[in-house]
């Protein structure tokens, strides 16, 4: 890793999360220029934390500018050469814009944007929205019940990601509103394909196991929860997820749990 760092102005970070500590760590030991941009693109929160990746490489490059890189990107499609969108997000517009000119292409269009937090979060929950959507599509519920999961799920994911501090405006752009449309809408999504798969029964662990890929938002659901207990923020989407993952209820108890819940008025943070 020392040899591979060494002389690097931009370095970008594609660990999962559960990874992202120890790499952040020896980073840190091997040490960097000092004006090395340091890019996460890792879309998760740590469970010993519950920090974003991007918060653990701040603390242990307190002194490097962190930009977080985010959107609607499959990666198999952008494999492909298929065009894309995404944003890089950084308290330092200028290391954002040095990111943006950097990877921006003729087929790869980059955004910045001045809210890391709310970028990364965007990312990050609509994991466990995608989660549902698979399973929505495993019981074969139709588009009407998934277009209201989206919208619903996209309430959800404001209301949470601003509590923990991201800016309302942000989750309505590409790595909220567009990621969480790429992620459920397309077999290519590793999470979307764990829900898929637990609707038409298998296990989680053969689910993961034949996917053969990270799927992030297992992991944060179980954090998600965590949050949600302790700061008591409502996310009735997320925890029907969480419960499903630990066998707490099946795929359709789950659907009955949403739809049953009381009737209220559709008003933001509602």
């Known amino acids: 890793m020392e040899a591979a760092l060494k002389g690097c102005p931009v ?3 594609a660990v999962s999360i559960k990874g992202v500590p120890d790499v952040a760590r020896r980073v840190r030991a091997i040490g960097l220029a000092p004006d090395t941009i340091l ?6 929160l ?7 990746a991007s918060q653990v490489w701040q603390e242990n490059l307190p002194d490097h500018p962190i930009v977080v890189l985010s959107g609607p990107n499959l990666a198999k499609e952008i494999n492909a050469g298929l065009p894309a969108a995404t944003v890089v997000a950084s308290h330092q517009p200028e290391a954002a814009q040095t990111v943006q000119r950097i990877l921006a292409s003729e087929r790869f269009r980059v955004y910045t944007h001045i809210d890391p937090l709310g970028t990364e979060l965007g990312g990050t929950l609509k994991n466990v929205v995608a989660i549902a959507a698979g399973v929505c599509d495993g019981l074969e519920l ?3 019940a998934k277009s209201a999961l989206i919208t619903r799920a996209l309430s959800e994911m404001t209301r949470v990601g601003t509590v923990l501090g991201g800016k309302t405006e942000t989750f309505f752009g590409l790595s909220g509103l567009g990621d969480l449309l790429a992620t459920c809408n397309s077999p290519l999504s590793r999470n979307y394909q764990v829900g ?9 662990e053969t689910a993961l196991a034949e996917i053969g ?22 996310m009735p989407i997320a925890h029907q997820v969480y419960l499903l993952l630990h066998q707490k209820v099946t795929p359709t108890q789950a659907v009955g749990a949403l739809l049953e819940r009381e009737l209220k008025p ?3 943070g509602a």
């Open 11 to 13: 370095i970008i970070s």
């Open 46 to 52: 740590d469970a010993a934390t519950t920090c974003l």
């Open 196 to 204: 898929f798969r637990l609707a038409q029964g298998q296990s989680l």
């Open 142 to 144: 139709g588009t009407n």
């Open 39 to 44: 890019v996460s693109a890792t879309k998760g």
């Open 266 to 268: 559709e008003t933001p």
């Open 213 to 234: 890929e990270t799927a992030e938002g297992v992991n944060t659901a179980n954090v998600l929860f965590e949050i949600a207990q302790k700061q008591d923020i409502s």
